[in-house]
């Protein structure tokens, strides 16, 4: 009996080191390790680097540091790292959610059969807050959608006599179409929730499953093991439809509402690596090691690793002396790590990221990447594009400082040319589609030219004017989106129209840059029309289509009062200017003004978050025929650099120190912007005689110091000007 007792642990060991070696690092894991407190996905230290989307988030959902997990080792979970999201009781019609971006667009496709597994804890605080007739817990969606109209799966809650019922339910299903689960779920208990995505090659015959607490003794095992379902939908075209795009799913969203606590999403293609169980203990390891970058100075670097695990924590870690001394980056404990601004002095450094594992204190350390960096050549002050549209071909070229390259996606509609009174003149005409949006991506550089590259103190300013024709099959106001964008800087630049310039395409991944979003119709419907984005969601082939990939600047014109008020008429040709002015190393200014048939609307700001600051195109994305005009001609499109007045700020001298250099050798110290030059002045009386200018310094940073030997000269004072 011992004997057999004996060979079975160790047959059990061997399935776990098995099970260890097979174990694959699943699409998403979240449990909301060291965020900062506040509104989940509002920024980079509340999610945005782990998917979380700053451009749906909601002040009903937020995370709160310290406050812990949710226990789900009652139910036959590991134990759980991080803390745990709050969702606030939100009883407005419209949905309020927040969004977590696990794929981009094709990453599962309809036409490729797959699993797709979401699981989660989730815990109701008051059940009068669910509605007995059923509300939405949580959602999927399409990779590149807005939360109108459902794409995949929905899973609902219902009160049922004080307690709640889960149901699962297809995009498109009617009402009636939600199968609820019959287990019932009391308020305070935290139950673990699983939903299976099956696509299924074909239409409408894709099969959603889901499971509230599966037995534990199925967790971890494989796909031919998996236990039943609680409920299930799909197959029948009578439970509703589902998504043909070739987009497939990428947006997971947990919506406010009910008063809840949510925790432990897991987002995986294998029932094993949505169910990890209590007392497993993967050690850490890393699938996925960042890569060495070879890029320009001055503009921020990417690197990602892939850990794995149980409950697998990350750190990054810099050396800047060629791998001897490793030293932990603040704040850095995302799967991604976004570097600042790097200068020219950074190239060579090195980083690593190291996963660990608390359960049994297991490290393990990525492959090491280098940043090798080439020094920027700043584009000098003219006029790089000045296109009146001539009929010069706008796809073919040649790319000249008269003639821009233009690309949608298709050659037969959307961007055509046409004759203007008086000749040669042209003017490009933009034809939106009808129940969709287009993309008109313009380029003012070559293939492969470096892009405009603005050295602190200069500025960028691309001019674009634009006749709205008619309105005749305008319904409503959408967004009109016109953006500044840098594809040199590790996007892949379209050179033929076709589906990559589509308007939900754009080749945008990696692609950075700035967006206007404008209210666009013959009256505003928003109260402040002008909202100027900045885009954050670098992995996603979606360039403009979605307002998603972009972290919000704000809106203007200050002061708003614009609601129903008269906006863009037929036949008047408006002129916006869209200006980048690069103020210091690691800000810019970002202004948008509109001007036409005596209208004058602005709206600007300071940005020092991304500081882009090197662009190459500009995209134009009109929303549908029925949200925008019935066509636009496009007359004119400069992009000019030009000097910056750049606002010093006032400063200080801090620090004045005798050297024993020489006679008269001083170290004057200084607060400081970087970017902005210090002349270093000094005469020998200080109420009389001219100023002579020892030095003028660029400042790299928040002090700056400069040291004059005047060799042997009498006693000098000394002064320090900033030049704007």
């Given at each position: 009996m011992k004997q057999h007792r004996i060979r079975i642990l160790i047959l059990a060991i061997l399935a776990g080191l098995s099970l260890q070696k097979a174990h694959a690092a699943p699409v998403r894991s979240e449990e909301f390790v060291g965020y900062s407190s506040g509104t989940l996905g509002a920024d980079a230290t509340r999610g945005t680097l782990n998917g979380w989307d700053s451009g749906l988030t909601s002040a009903s959902i937020t995370v709160s540091n310290g406050t812990g997990s949710l226990d789900g080792t009652g139910l036959g979970l590991v134990v759980s790292a991080g803390d745990r999201v709050f969702l606030a009781t939100y009883t407005n019609a419209a949905l309020s959610g927040s969004r977590n971006q696990f794929a981009s667009s094709g990453t599962f496709p309809q036409t490729i059969d797959t699993n797709i597994y979401f699981s989660f804890l989730y815990k109701f605080n008051n059940a009068s807050t669910v509605s007995a007739n059923g509300q939405y817990l949580a959602q999927v969606f399409r990779g590149n959608s807005g939360t109108g109209t459902p794409q995949h799966w929905a899973l609902q809650?219902?009160?049922?006599?004080?307690?709640?019922?889960?149901?699962?339910s297809k995009a498109g299903a009617p009402s009636n179409a939600t199968n609820y689960a019959s287990v019932n779920i009391n308020v305070g208990q935290t139950v673990f929730v699983v939903v299976r995505q099956h696509i299924i090659s074909g239409a409408q015959n894709d099969v959603y499953d889901l499971w509230i607490n599966?037995?534990?003794?199925?967790?971890?095992?494989?796909?031919?093991?998996?236990?039943?379902?609680?409920?299930?939908?799909?197959a029948l075209t009578t439970d509703g439809t589902e998504d043909a795009s070739s987009t497939g799913a990428g947006r997971f969203v947990i919506f406010a509402g009910p008063n809840a606590e949510f925790d432990e999403l897991r987002i995986a293609t294998t029932w094993a690596e949505a169910t990890p169980w209590f007392g497993q203990c993967i050690g850490a390891g890393i699938s996925l090691s960042p890569t060495n970058v070879t890029q320009s100075a001055e503009i921020k670097a990417f690197f990602t690793v892939a850990e794995l695990g149980t409950s697998p924590t990350v750190r990054w870690q810099l050396s800047t002396d060629g791998g001897t001394v490793w030293n932990d980056i603040a704040g850095a404990t995302a799967s991604t790590l976004i570097?600042?601004?790097?200068?020219?002095?950074?190239?060579?450094?090195?980083?690593?990221?190291?996963?660990?594992?608390?359960?049994?204190?297991?490290?393990?350390?990525?492959?090491?990447?280098?940043?090798?960096?080439?020094?920027?050549?700043?584009?000098?002050?003219?006029?790089?594009?000045?296109?009146?549209?001539?009929?010069?071909?706008?796809?073919?070229?040649?790319?000249?400082?008269?003639?821009?390259?233009?690309f949608t996606g298709t050659t037969t509609s959307g961007l055509t040319s046409a004759d203007q009174s008086p000749a040669p003149l042209g003017y490009m005409v933009g034809t939106p589609l009808a129940g969709g949006s287009s993309l008109w991506l313009g380029y003012y550089t070559e293939t492969n030219a470096l892009p405009v590259h603005l050295a602190v103190g200069r500025q960028m300013k691309a001019t674009l004017k634009f006749t709205p024709t008619a309105f005749t099959s305008f319904t409503n106001n959408a967004g009109f989106r016109i953006g500044l964008f840098d594809y040199y800087d590790g996007g892949n630049r379209i050179v033929a129209d076709g589906a990559a310039a589509n308007g939900s395409a754009g080749n945008g991944n990696m692609v950075r840059g700035y967006m206007l979003n404008l209210d666009f119709g013959p009256t505003f419907s928003a109260n402040s029309p002008l909202q100027l984005l900045v885009r954050n969601g670098l992995q996603d082939n979606n360039l403009v289509g979605t307002t998603g990939d972009f972290l919000?600047?704000?809106?203007?014109?200050?002061?708003?009062?614009?609601s129903n008020a008269p906006a863009f008429q037929a036949g008047t040709e408006y002129t916006l200017e869209f200006t980048v002015a690069r103020t210091a190393t690691d800000s810019v200014d970002v202004t948008t003004t509109i001007t036409g048939g005596g209208t004058n609307w602005s709206h600007s700001v300071t940005e020092t978050n991304y500081a882009y600051h090197r662009f190459d195109s500009i995209a134009v994305r009109p929303n549908s025929l029925e949200t925008s005009a019935d066509s636009f001609n496009f007359t004119l499109l400069t992009v000019e650099v030009s000097t910056a007045v750049i606002p010093v700020t006032p400063f200080n001298i801090t620090g004045i120190q005798a050297l024993s250099a020489g006679p008269g050798s001083v170290r004057i110290t200084w607060n400081s912007v970087s970017g902005v030059n210090y002349q270093i002045q000094s005469r020998s009386s200080l109420t009389s005689g001219n100023w002579a200018t020892n030095a003028t310094v660029a400042a790299s940073g928040a002090s700056t110091s400069y040291t004059n030997s005047p060799g042997g000269a009498p006693t000098l004072f000394y002064r320090v000007v900033a030049t704007p």
């Open positions: 809650a219902k009160n049922v006599a004080g307690q709640i019922q889960l149901g699962i599966p037995p534990p003794q199925f967790f971890g095992t494989n796909e031919t093991d998996i236990p039943p379902s609680n409920a299930s939908v799909g570097t600042p601004n790097l200068p020219m002095s950074a190239s060579g450094n090195k980083y690593r990221a190291i996963a660990t594992v608390p359960c049994n204190g297991s490290t393990a350390t990525s492959s090491v990447a280098t940043v090798t960096l080439t020094a920027p050549t700043p584009t000098a002050n003219g006029v790089l594009m000045d296109d009146v549209f001539n009929r010069i071909d706008r796809s073919a070229g040649p790319l000249t400082p008269t003639n821009s390259l233009w919000s600047l704000g809106s203007g014109p200050a002061g708003g009062g614009y």
